[in-house]
């Protein structure tokens, strides 16, 4: 008799594709919706604004609709703290907390869970204005706030939650949290200042979901590049462990262990730059630990030793020369993502959900009015095999979502970079007419969905 191998992945698990509110939704100042920190970014010239996008916010309901063709049972996005407040605090929006019941009800009603992330990189741009964004407590209790008054509102029809998308950008990128370094006293003290008040705020939130929807489940989630030694060099063995700490560890560790590792606090009380603890900051992270965790994946680099000067926050990372790139210099390597699952897994013991894999590819439409994006299919069956054997080996997932499923502005700006299954008709400032097209990775993925993953 012949063994037939059981698939790893069970019943439940949870496909889809994942986008943000500022890439998609467009409708950037109708219904009372407030200017976010994206709106009011200076467009490089030739780039795409947000105000259009692809109009998902007036045709969510012809996406949902080829998203159920899709198959797909989830579906990630973020909801607009500009839309519910238009100014970040004071009166809440009803036309805003309108939409998004709207778009959760059309979402359940086709058989997706919404996956909703609370912030996405789209401060109120008020608030940055007025608080500098979140390098204020201040900011911290209004995005509690603001946590709250969505939990209290779609509690019922969300199970699953992200705080902040990628958090652990923001000691790099501290402006995405709508934060001006300039004229600080010391910078690296601000931006471990403003680290500090996002976890803080992460654990306001996960304290408040659990209050307020019970069976409500919160990650914390990263953008994880997985890294390698350059060389089998102990120097660049121990350089990339260092760098590994800052760029995914800390947040991790905070997550889920609820405390600051030694690993940070050794650097920053030997500098005397440690943040400003509030009196009850310490235990509110200890309590508000998350259930599970998220991460997106792209790519993978190489840390080196002799490329640490002591210049940089997080030092010593360049590319693998091991790995081909894609067309934006992002190396694809699909054991990667294997290593950093494992590797979560074995630190902590949650389960995990992969709510970001993708490729973005410059792509027009064919004769025959699709996109033969046999290379979107090879990445994402590559990686989606090593998902398969992480499983195998023990890791427990339980999601994974592509980045896109139609395409979207990137988050610099770029409608060239196309990611979806579904091929939007614009171009970076020519709207055209906006129409969808099916590429050929449409049915793949839908057929790898219908067989769970089986047939790849």
């Not at 012949?2 to 698939?7: C, D, R």
């Not at 003290?189 to 919160?218: C, W």
């Not at 590792?261 to 235990?283: N, Q, W």
Request: glycine share 8%; with cysteine; aromatic share 14%.
């Amino acid at each position: 008799m012949e063994y037939k191998k059981e698939n790893i992945i069970g019943e439940g698990f949870l496909w889809g594709g994942a986008v943000t509110s500022f890439q998609t939704e467009g409708a950037w100042n109708e219904d009372g919706k407030g200017s976010s920190i994206v709106d009011t970014r200076p467009v490089k010239e030739g780039q795409s604004d947000w105000k259009v996008a692809v109009d998902f916010y007036h045709r969510y309901k012809e996406d949902i609709a080829l998203f159920k063709e899709l198959g797909f049972n989830a579906y990630r996005t973020s909801i607009s703290w500009s839309r519910i407040f238009p100014d970040g605090e004071g009166e809440v929006n009803e036309k805003g907390l309108q939409f998004y019941d709207d778009l959760f009800d059309e979402m359940i009603a086709n058989g997706i869970q919404p996956v909703i992330t609370l912030y996405h990189f789209d401060l109120p741009h008020a608030l940055a204005e007025k608080y500098n964004g979140f390098a204020s407590r201040k900011v911290v209790d209004l995005f509690d706030h603001y946590a709250r008054t969505v939990f209290k509102r779609f509690g019922k029809k969300v199970k699953y939650w992200l705080t902040f998308n990628e958090q652990n950008l923001v000691l790099t990128n501290s402006e995405l949290w709508g934060v001006k370094l300039e004229g600080a006293e010391n910078e690296e003290a601000l931006r471990y200042q403003v680290t500090h008040n996002a976890f803080i705020a992460h654990a306001k939130a996960v304290k408040s979901l659990h209050e307020l929807v019970p069976d409500g489940k919160m990650a914390g989630m990263v953008t994880y590049m997985t890294t390698y030694p350059h060389t089998c060099k102990p120097e660049d063995a121990i350089a990339n462990m260092k760098a590994k700490e800052l760029l995914v560890d800390f947040y991790f560790d905070v997550f889920v262990h609820g405390e600051y590792p030694t690993y940070v606090t050794s650097h920053l009380k030997s500098k005397g730059i440690m943040p400003v603890f509030g009196e009850d900051d310490a235990e509110l992270l200890k309590e508000n630990t998350v259930d599970y965790l998220s991460i997106s994946y792209y790519q993978s680099q190489t840390v080196s030793a002799e490329k640490v000067d002591g210049t940089k926050l997080i030092e010593g990372v360049i590319p693998n020369p091991n790995l081909e790139a894609n067309e934006w210099g992002w190396s694809i390597d699909p054991i990667g993502l294997r290593v950093s699952l494992k590797d979560m897994y074995a630190r902590y013991r949650l389960p995990i959900f992969i709510t970001e894999n993708g490729i973005g590819v410059r792509e027009e439409l064919n004769e025959d009015q699709t996109v033969e994006d046999d290379y979107r299919i090879e990445y994402l069956r590559e990686h989606i095999k090593q998902v398969k054997l992480a499983m195998e080996e023990g890791v427990e997932i339980f999601g994974y979502l592509t980045w896109g499923s139609t395409d979207l502005i990137s988050s610099s700006g770029q409608f060239e970079k196309r990611y979806g299954f579904i091929f939007v008709n614009r171009g970076e400032t020519d709207m055209r007419d906006l129409k969808r097209y099916k590429k050929k990775s449409f049915n793949w993925y839908k057929e790898v969905i219908a067989s769970n993953g089986e047939n790849l």
